[in-house]
């Protein structure tokens, strides 16, 4: 079946919020968006970049809007999707048809569609600065040939140092994880090394 088919499937598909997500996919194509179908929904891009999906479950129906952490929202409706992969994500969610504010809506599309204009997307954690835990930082400041094994790992590597130490919550923990790490960095080890391949 063809993407097209899909998507005419999904909107016909007899359910409670059929006329619901109807109207929603209208006011999706009054826009500039592109109408496609992927993970079993509608999908709406621009610039071949997902925007927002439509999708209708249970006991609600709604608006995803894959970055919808940058939206403005002014009538306080997106909430928050789960945690982890999807922090930028914000669901507006809806009971029946008549929930719907069309102009509200529109805005919102609109919006989301300037927002991707932009190219605003959310920084993946794997880039946030590293935050090295003083306790760390001292013994490296102290073991010059340490500090130069340190400096040699890959950033992921450097990270994970850092987040074993800052993890721990007793002082006298962090203090023997720092010892674990004191003999691996003189190997020039990264804290996981043993259990990777090559």
Known sequence: MNPQKKIEAYYAKEQPFKDGIGL???????????ETYKWGIPVYTIDNKNVLGILAFKHHFGIWFYNGVFLKDPKKVL????????????????????????????????????NQKKGLTLASEKNKPILMPPLLKKALNNNQA????????TPY??????????EAKQEKTKESRLEKCI????????????????
């Open 24 to 34: 929603l996919r209208e006011l999706a194509l009054k826009t500039e968006f592109i």
């Open 79 to 114: 909430e928050n999707a789960q945690e982890g992969k999807t922090k930028a994500m914000r669901h507006w969610k809806f009971s029946t048809k008549e929930d719907i504010d069309e102009a509200a809506v529109l805005s919102y599309f609109h919006e989301a569609i300037s």
């Open 146 to 153: 340490l500090k130069l094994n340190y400096e040699s790992l």
């Open 157 to 166: 590597k450097q990270r994970e140092y850092c987040e074993y130490i800052s």
């Open 183 to 198: 003999s691996l960095l003189e190997k020039g080890l990264g804290l996981h090394d043993k259990y990777r391949k090559g």
